[in-house]
């Protein structure tokens, strides 16, 4: 058990970014003294190639068998340390990295402790790599079709991209046409386009492509399987039950709008001239603006946020709200130019190409433009009296000129929230991905990695995953199917190695395992009586290591002891910490 | 069973802090205790045999061939017979649950030392202590200085003492698993490696319990044993009983389970289970049938004593050791 391991540890300058804070000399010479540890050296920049050279040099000339580097965040920089080690012919998991410039130089204003926390970080990784195993990548095949589940902008899009490459695609939609609230929307901001216009020719393109197979009135329930490979079974209108199989899936489920009859100020539901953005939507698309008295409104107020950016409803910022409202402004007056338009806003939130101009536009269309308290105090909507001449009145303190007033109207547009879908739930379960407080889908990374999700293999794209514009919705759809191609193209894909593994001599069959799995990766062996993994589903996310009593489950390169060592050679005194 | 001709070993029973049972549990072996007795000569065992700690001291280093401490290491007293008895012994036994990780006296490790002198020497409702005596290590009284162990602050496991060759887990352990080790010690049969648990399994209580159980195990609620009526047949934790039998070795013969009573874990956790407690704790918060902060908190509180439960045996020998003061 206690074989003699050789470790090689290397501490990064990153020029003066670490050794400025931290006395990356001294570290190296105290990590130098622990057990195991045959070379220790310090240099200005370890992922520079002479550094990675310096390791691969080392590993042969001193036989180590094991590589910890000190240097920034695994994040950054782990992946080109594994292809060193790899390219000296070491396992790529006989590697451990130290944090000690993101956790050490960049937060720490005193050499000194930063020095005796970089000596214990180091020490820890030391510690940790005695324990480490080699780990061999495996590859599986890529099914090339792919599922996308949703039939609006996002999903016509990434059908569209994949179908023409040749690819086959699954288009589920759950109501009865394709195109989804695009589908209802008349003129888009901020150029005006046609929505008919740019949605119309998309859906006939997909109807036409023999390569995508468009299934309506249909939901998803379940799937199975794991990325190349998954398959799952629907039941579209017609009763039939049909059994797809695909490599890759795209969610494009979309958004509803937010219910504004919870919002007691607007009387919503109560007050027939209080309609949604969606309702005067329709009216716009038919081409005539009526209260529903059958007259023209005299006065049309538009309030915006309903539903966003309060702690009582939703928090965040639909984002497309401001956009929507200054368009239907603009329609407004085009169609009637004697009416009175009032946009109550919080903010105007006009950025994006094009938006700030076509705002400054409208603002000099003769359109009244009153601020309110979007956090404390909203706008309250009562039923006017005979003398007042309109049909309702809107009441507020105006925050730029701190008056208190009332708003006449004949017409109340609410500009409502966009939420996630009712459903939003079962297809994240269904599919395997994770869904934010607001219900919205999680991609892999906010930034580097947008529409991936952390199950491989399945992309989240459009309002499904926050509200979000046309543009931001097809560059979206378009990016999930450029990656999928991509996979399909190499037609294998590396699956995750640092799984969970059960040791069917310590498993009691206990099944706490089972069910806490995120990615149904686990599942019970009646004839056995033990717990089994499938590696291909698993992530290692080490849920079902932390659950199982037994300690049967071990999470390869997460082990319970790499992590006690790790957590002992933090608290060790073995080497000397004290500032020198 | 020994041969005439065979040597008989030499075998001591210590007990330090401990309640007695694991002493009687040597007794229990019944009529094998003739085997036993033909095979070893008992040299020393303070609750059957009046022999002095003097004459261990002067037996010569290593003269003994297996003892069987059993208790945890709680006082003065206790360390240096555990010493002592490593000093003269071949193969040192942490027998029991006490030496092995703690055991129930280990729970006072939830305590400091004051703590415990508090409620025992002042609070209690039978306590009169107007003078507010404590005991002390040393007296003086006119004839001489009188003595008393010293009480420590931690209790420890054997093996946090001294160097221990083999863990016989149990409160106390199965007499059958006694004699076959012991067998096994005195036929010469090849040992375990050093530092290995004897006369358990390696999996755990639910290998061997002939309970029903699924992978629905989601509670609303937990309950104590009298709060529910046991169906008999349904994995404990399904019922929302919390049970111990995932998170401990298998080898007692699921005697509690047997008798409708839930695993309380002494017979240890299962190899490479540092923390019996803390795995236990995971795999319950697994099984809260809640999402809602506040209800899950709810369900939390329907576990009583969650510290005595989780670590009723295991406290001064896991990670956790002990409450930090």
Not at chain 2, 49 to 73: C, F, Q, R, S, W
Not at chain 2, 294 to 312: M, N, S
Request: proline share 5%.
């Amino acid at each position: 058990m206690e074989e003699e391991k050789r470790i090689g540890v290397y501490v990064c300058w990153c020029g003066t970014n670490i050794a400025k804070m931290v006395d990356v000399v001294d570290v190296a010479k105290e990590i130098g003294k622990l057990p195991n540890v045959v070379i220790a050296k310090d240099y200005k920049y370890m992922c520079s190639d002479p550094g990675q050279e310096l390791i691969i040099k080392d590993i042969k000339e001193h036989n180590l068998d094991r590589v910890v580097v000190s240097a920034c965040s695994p994040r950054i920089h782990e992946l080109t340390f594994r292809k060193a080690l790899q390219n000296a012919g070491l396992n790529p998991y006989m590697f451990e990295m130290a944090n000690i410039r993101e956790q050490v130089s960049w937060v720490h204003t005193d050499r000194g402790e930063a020095t005796r926390k970089a000596k214990s970080l180091v020490a820890a990784a030391v510690n940790r790599i005695t324990w480490h195993e080699s780990l061999d990548k495996r590859t599986v095949d890529i099914n090339p079709a792919t599922m996308i589940i949703g039939g609006g902008i996002a999903g016509i899009s990434a059908a569209l991209e994949i179908g023409n490459s040749g690819r086959k695609i699954f288009l589920i939609e759950k109501e009865n046409k394709l195109g989804g609230h695009l589908a209802g929307v008349d003129l888009t901001f901020p150029y005006m386009y046609s929505a008919d216009q740019i949605l119309k020719p998309l859906i006939k393109q997909v109807t036409n492509n023999p390569n995508i197979e468009v299934f309506l009135n249909t939901q998803i329930d379940e799937v199975f399987g794991y990325v190349g490979n998954f398959e799952t079974k629907i039941t579209p209108g017609d009763g039939k039950e049909v059994e797809l199989k695909f490599g890759n899936v795209i969610v494009a489920s979309g958004l509803k709008p937010y219910d504004p009859g919870g919002i007691e100020n607007y009387g919503y539901g109560k007050l027939p001239n209080v309609i949604t953005s969606l309702e005067f939507e329709q009216m716009l698309k038919k081409g005539k603006i009526v209260t529903k008295e059958g007259a023209e409104p005299k006065n049309v107020a538009i309030i915006h946020c309903v539903g966003s950016r309060n702690k009582d409803y939703h928090e965040y910022c639909s984002r497309i709200c401001c956009m929507t409202a200054l368009k239907f402004s603009n329609q407004l007056r085009s169609a009637l130019p004697d009416t009175n338009i009032f946009e109550c806003y919080a903010d105007i939130r006009s950025f994006g190409k094009g938006c700030e101009e076509f705002y400054a536009q409208t603002s000099r269309k003769d359109i009244m433009f009153l601020m309110f308290d979007q956090k404390n105090d909203l706008p309250r909507i009562r039923k006017a009296e005979t003398m007042d001449e309109c049909d309702m009145l809107i009441e507020f303190n105006e925050l730029l000129s701190g008056e208190d007033i009332e708003v006449p109207a004949d017409m109340v547009v609410l500009m409502v929230a966009l939420e996630a879908q009712e459903n939003a739930r079962d297809i994240a379960h269904a599919v395997g991905v994770s869904m934010c407080g607001n219900e919205f889908y999680i991609e892999r990374h906010p930034k580097l990695d947008p529409v991936a999700t952390t199950t491989d293999g399945v992309y989240v794209v459009g309002g499904c995953q926050s509200p979000k514009d046309i543009p931001d919705s097809i560059s979206q759809a378009r990016a999930a199917a450029a990656r999928i191609l991509a996979t399909i193209n190499i037609g294998q894909v590396e699956v995750e190695v640092t799984t969970a593994v059960v040791n069917e001599d310590i498993c009691c069959g206990c099944q706490t395992c089972v069910n806490v799995c995120p990615y149904t990766a686990i599942s019970f062996d009646e004839e056995k009586g033990v717990s089994v993994v499938n590696e291909v589903l698993c992530k290692g996310c080490g849920t079902c290591g932390s659950t199982c009593p037994t300690g049967a489950i071990r999470s390869r390169h997460f082990t319970d002891k790499q992590i006690l060592s790790q957590i002992e050679g933090l608290m060790s005194t073995s080497i000397e910490l004290q500032e020198v | 069973m020994a041969k005439e001709e065979k040597p008989k070993i030499k075998m001591a029973v210590y007990w330090g802090a401990a309640c007695g049972g694991c002493c009687v549990s040597v007794l229990d072996v019944h009529e094998k205790l003739f085997d036993v007795v033909a095979a070893a000569d008992l040299v020393f065992w303070p609750i059957a045999l009046d022999i002095k700690y003097k004459d261990v001291e002067a037996m010569p280093d290593g003269d003994i061939d297996l003892t069987l401490y059993n208790g945890a290491v709680r006082n003065s007293e206790n360390e240096r017979l555990a010493k002592l008895l490593r000093q003269k012994s071949k193969i040192l036994v942490a027998y029991g649950s006490c030496a092995h990780m703690g055991g129930i006296p280990g729970l006072a490790n939830f305590s400091t030392r004051e703590e415990l002198f508090e409620r025992i020497y002042d609070t209690t409702e039978s306590t009169e202590n107007p003078d507010n005596i404590r005991p002390q290590p040393e007296y003086k009284v006119p004839e001489g200085v009188l003595e008393l162990p010293e009480f420590y602050n931690d209790v420890r496991t054997l093996n946090q003492v001294v160097d221990v060759d083999y863990y016989l887990p149990g409160c106390p352990p199965q007499t059958e698993r006694l004699v076959e080790v012991f067998m096994a010690i005195v036929t010469g049969a090849e040992l375990p490696s050093k530092g290995s648990v004897v006369g358990a399994l390696d999996k755990s209580q639910c290998d061997e319990c002939p309970r029903e159980k699924s992978d629905k195990k989601l509670v609303k609620r937990f309950y104590r044993p009298f709060e529910i009526e046991d169906d008999g047949k349904t994995c404990f934790l399904e019922q929302g009983v919390i049970c111990l039998g995932p998170a401990t070795r298998g080898g007692c013969g699921v005697r509690c389970i047997e008798g409708n009573a839930p695993c309380r874990g002494c017979y240890g956790p299962p190899p490479d289970v540092p923390d019996p407690g803390a795995k236990m704790m995971s795999a319950i918060a697994t099984m809260i049938d809640e999402n809602d902060p506040e209800a899950i908190e709810k369900v939390i509180d329907t576990i009583d004593d969650p510290a005595g439960t989780f670590y009723r045996f295991s406290l001064p020998g896991s990670i956790l050791r002990r409450k930090i003061t």
